[in-house]
T-cell receptor
Framework: LAKTTQPISMDSYEGQEVNITCSHNNIATNDYITWYQQFPSQGPRFIIQGYKTKVTNEVASLFIPADRKSSTLSLPRVSLSDTAVYYCLVDGGGSYIPTFGRGTSLIVHP | GAVVSQHPSRVICKSGTSVKIECRSLDFQATTMFWYRQFPKQSLMLMATSNEGSKATYEQGVEKDKFLINHASLTLSTLTVTSAHPEDSSFYIC???????????????FGPGTRLTVL
């Protein structure tokens, strides 16, 4: 299974753009990259998914370089409600078993 | 999007008793579901893969006789914590893939979690 590495924590302020990078050096050819958000005492929820280049939806953008060994989740103009833990997951190379790394705890300050 | 529910949302029980947690896919069928455990300030730890109509696959270190999983229908998986002890107190979360298990690019739909407290 592809292992992911993320910063343990990040701090930001309201209105700023936040970029969280995830390393997945042994990603397999068919693997997708998916990011989830988790609030305390809740189940994770889907944010965005991509395979290569750039993906954008109404809440975030996902940048994936050509070698796909990393990905960056970009949150534009964060608010206090974006304070959460963010996880990147990589497909298990054909045997998809969603395995979580340590995630990144984002704290947004007023 | 698809919805996964869990019941109960929280449960308090005495040491030595058994507790059953239900995970339901409300508007889609799931031949596979996943069960996780999460301790405070930690990540989700995969416990087992629940397979409809067959035995669950447990991760290394997870006691299958203690954490009984039954996936009797395409929309319901249950996790029973048998003879619960205080160290089993945790946040239990289930998930189901939006597509066929094993497909690349599947989005996981997570339940809201069940807080288990064993006294």
């Amino acid at each position: 299974l592809a292992k992911t590495t993320q910063p343990i924590s990040m701090d930001s302020y309201e209105g700023q753009e936040v970029n969280i990078t995830c390393s997945h050096n042994n990603i397999a050819t068919n693997d997708y990259i998916t990011w989830y958000q988790q609030f305390p005492s809740q189940g994770p929820r889907f944010i965005i998914q991509g395979y290569k280049t750039k993906v954008t939806n109404e809440v975030a953008s996902l940048f994936i370089p050509a070698d796909r060994k990393s990905s960056t989740l970009s949150l534009p103009r964060v608010s206090l409600s974006d304070t959460a833990v963010y996880y990147c997951l990589v497909d298990g190379g054909g045997s998809y078993i969603p395995t979580f790394g340590r995630g990144t705890s984002l704290i947004v300050h007023p | 999007g698809a919805v996964v529910s869990q019941h109960p949302s929280r449960v308090i029980c005495k040491s030595g008793t058994s507790v059953k947690i239900e995970c339901r896919s409300l508007d889609f069928q799931a031949t596979t579901m996943f069960w996780y455990r999460q301790f405070p300030k930690q990540s989700l730890m995969l416990m087992a893969t629940s397979n409809e109509g067959s035995k669950a696959t447990y991760e290394q270190g997870v006691e299958k006789d203690k954490f009984l999983i039954n996936h009797a229908s395409l929309t319901l998986s249950t996790l029973t914590v048998t003879s619960a002890h205080p160290e089993d107190s945790s946040f239990y979360i289930c998930s189901a893939p939006g597509g066929a298990a094993g497909d690349a690019g599947n989005e996981q739909f997570f339940g809201p979690g069940t807080r288990l407290t064993v006294l």
